[in-house]
């Protein structure tokens, strides 16, 4: 059965920095983009960042661009999201997921696209 899990998740101060992992069990998801999403409660599920298979392409919400970086290292097939500045409005739970695409170069935005998801890691910043 294919998963993906997050880790990474936490409690930090306004300003502070996390780091979220994801990574893939059951398959590996070199050729397909992956992608952050947050939910937060009583708000709908919201994207936040994605990364092309390649790795030479992102796109991000405009509330995060400058504060957070979504990479992936193919060889452990693990994607990150570096979150510093953080603000108590990015508190959320954090899903990670995975979109198979034609092309290594692209990348996705809308939830309707993504194959697979994890299960979210809760991310709480307190001001």
């Known amino acids: 059965q294919v998963q993906l899990v997050e880790s990474g998740g936490g409690l930090v101060q306004a300003g502070g920095s996390l780091r979220l992992s994801c990574a893939p069990s059951?398959?590996?998801?070199?050729?397909?983009?992956m992608g952050w999403f947050r939910q937060a409660p009583g708000k709908e599920r919201e994207f936040v960042a994605t990364?092309?298979?390649?790795?030479?392409?992102?796109y991000y919400v405009d509330s995060v661009k400058g504060r957070f970086t979504i990479s992936r290292d193919n060889a452990k097939s693990t994607v990150y999201l570096q979150m510093n500045s953080l603000k108590p409005e990015d508190t959320a739970v954090y899903y990670c997921?995975?979109?198979?695409?034609?092309?290594?170069?692209?990348?996705?935005?809308?939830?309707?696209?993504?194959?697979?998801w994890g299960q979210g890691t809760q991310v709480t910043v307190s001001s």
């Open positions: 990364i092309s298979a390649s790795g030479f392409n992102t």
């Open positions: 059951g398959r590996t998801f070199t050729n397909y983009a």
């Open positions: 997921a995975a979109a198979y695409g034609s092309s290594k170069s692209i990348w996705y935005t809308n939830a309707h696209s993504y194959n697979y």
